[in-house]
């Protein structure tokens, strides 16, 4: 079974206007991480926020937030005003206790495109 | 310095032929990662080196040979590929090897690969 899934495989954004894209999960755990990353055409995995699941508040950093709904087990990230340097591939992952030594279980990835 | 330095950025090889990716970093990181990446895909796992010691191998065919030098450099040796194999190679680090839930991957730009 598919541990973390998005369901969007392509976005499209106007320059300056919010998107959201979805992520859910699946796990027994109680204690577990999740992740966001942006991947450029360049290649690179640029680690964006972090969201733990005994955090009580919303995880922010800058223009990304973390629409957090643990009993729904998602994970949604929040893009306010848009960049064209916004397009890219982006990655929801998981952290469990069980699967040790960094590991990340990664999701399809949602390819977002902004658009002046 | 929060870079993971790959080189080289584009390798096109031969099936016969031996060849070697090299990975860098200087923030002290003590796990350093090897991942697959195909296009449009999410990037899967193949090696882990925790304190320079190979910790995971997630069933890698042997024509992929890893390689921790020291604690700053992990290499990947290539021989005998085959075109399947063509794929962005990813190296990462992250600061532990998975002791906390929130310990995050920093990613390389990677090496694309083109197996002919």
């Known amino acids: 079974a598919q541990k973390i899934t998005q369901t969007q495989p392509g976005m499209f954004v106007q320059e300056k206007e919010a998107v959201t894209l979805d992520c859910t999960y699946d796990?027994?755990?109680?204690?577990?991480?999740l992740f966001w990353y942006k991947q450029p055409s360049s290649g690179e995995m640029i680690f964006l926020i972090y969201q733990g699941s005994y955090d009580e508040q919303n995880a922010t950093e800058g223009r990304y937030s973390l629409n957090f709904q643990k009993a729904r087990k998602s994970a949604n990230l929040v893009i306010s005003a848009s960049q064209l340097g916004d397009s890219a591939m982006y990655f929801c992952a998981m952290r469990e206790p069980n699967s040790g030594y960094s590991t990340l279980t990664f999701g399809k990835g949602t390819m977002l495109l902004v658009s002046p | 310095d929060t870079e993971v330095t790959q080189t080289p950025k584009h390798l096109v090889m031969g099936m016969t032929n031996k060849k070697s990716l090299k990975c860098e970093q200087h923030?002290?990181?003590?796990?350093m990662y090897w991942y697959k990446q195909k296009a449009k895909k999410p990037p899967e796992l193949m090696f882990v080196?925790?304190?320079?010691?190979?910790?995971i191998n997630e069933s890698v065919p042997s024509r992929f040979s890893p390689e921790c030098p020291n604690s700053s450099l992990l290499n990947l040796h290539l021989h005998a590929l085959q075109p399947e194999d063509s794929a962005l190679y990813l190296c990462?680090?992250?600061?532990?090897?998975?002791?906390?839930?929130?310990?995050?991957?920093?990613f390389g730009s990677g090496t694309q690969l083109s197996v002919l």
């Open positions: 923030m002290g990181h003590r796990a």
């Open positions: 080196y925790s304190y320079e010691k190979l910790s």
């Open positions: 990462a680090s992250s600061q532990g090897a998975g002791s906390t839930l929130i310990e995050k991957l920093f």
């Open positions: 796990t027994s755990d109680q204690s577990y991480g």
